[in-house]
């Protein structure tokens, strides 16, 4: 997403005040996939919608404190002692977007008639990522900048989405944008002085930070369908729950992975970086669309 000096921001402020409107679907569907689940009442396909959404929130949450913590140090690592000040972590003060989701989630808990859970990465989990080489974690970070972007531009495309929520998704692609350019020339110059194997390494090292990352999420789809049953009483056939998990797994796979893998950028960065970069990348592609 591109802005040019002085565009207007979004009103994530007011929007903080707009109640939750619950006969909506937040998510676009092409994230979420729940609205041709024969197995549930189009009630349920909504809900299923909506805690998918607030699972979403942080989730994201939970990537950005782990993942761009680290990618301080590594900015440093490449030689831009500068960048560090525009992470989002990098004061006290939380950027617009990290208050925008605090208030909907707060607002969301209050008003959705169940709780929802997600999964917490454990200590071990977190060791996991940020023991890989700095430029697969950087672009792990690049990865997560191009998502918000891919997930911003398919839900202004999609209309009678929660308003509040698609201001959300606005806030978020907004202020990654802004540290996608810096993020960019940093993975550049961390690979700059690398011969292409060291390079393809680094690659396949981001590609194993997505295992993780997968294999985190794994239990999210029985949560999502244990709030669901809270909140809509839907007691599925044994059958039937096991076919919802599995479409909701690879939803989650879509959603987290293969939404970024599609954005033309990401992949022109990649190309850049190492002529086997981005064909190494593709071949994961089929197995998270």
Not at 20 to 27: H, K, N, P, S, V
Request: aromatic fraction near 6%.
């Amino acid at each position: 997403m591109s802005r040019t000096a002085g565009a207007p921001q979004p009103d994530t402020a007011g929007e903080s005040r707009r109640p939750i409107d619950l006969e909506r679907r937040f998510l676009p569907e092409s994230l979420a996939h729940t609205a041709d689940l024969g197995c549930l009442s189009p009630a349920s396909r909504v809900a299923l919608n909506q805690i998918r959404s607030s699972g979403y929130v942080q989730l994201c949450g939970l990537f950005e404190r782990v993942v761009f913590c680290a990618a301080i140090g590594h900015r440093r690592l490449a030689s831009l002692p500068d960048v560090s000040a525009l992470s989002p972590h990098a004061t006290a003060e939380p950027a617009e977007h990290v208050r925008a989701a605090r208030s909907f989630l707060h607002a969301f808990a209050r008003e959705f008639p169940a709780a929802c859970p997600t999964v917490q990465p454990g200590p071990a989990v977190v060791a996991d990522i940020l023991s890989h080489d700095p430029l697969a974690v950087m672009l792990a970070v690049l990865h997560f900048e191009w998502m918000a972007q891919a997930h911003w531009c398919l839900a202004r495309r999609e209309p009678g989405l929660d308003r509040r929520f698609l201001r959300l998704l606005e806030a978020s692609a907004l202020e990654r944008s802004r540290h996608l350019v810096v993020d960019t020339a940093v993975v550049k110059a961390m690979a700059r002085h690398r011969r292409d194997a060291d390079v393809l390494r680094a690659v396949s090292g981001y590609l194993d930070i997505g295992g993780v990352v997968d294999r985190a999420l794994g239990p999210q789809p029985e949560l999502d369908r244990l709030a669901l049953a809270a909140a809509c009483g839907d007691q599925l056939e044994p059958q039937a729950a096991h076919e919802l998990q599995g479409r909701q797994r690879q939803s989650l796979r879509w959603t987290f992975f293969g939404s970024a893998l599609a954005m033309p950028g990401f992949l022109e960065t990649l190309d850049r970086l190492s002529p086997g970069a981005r064909e190494l990348v593709e071949e994961v592609v089929p197995l998270v669309s």
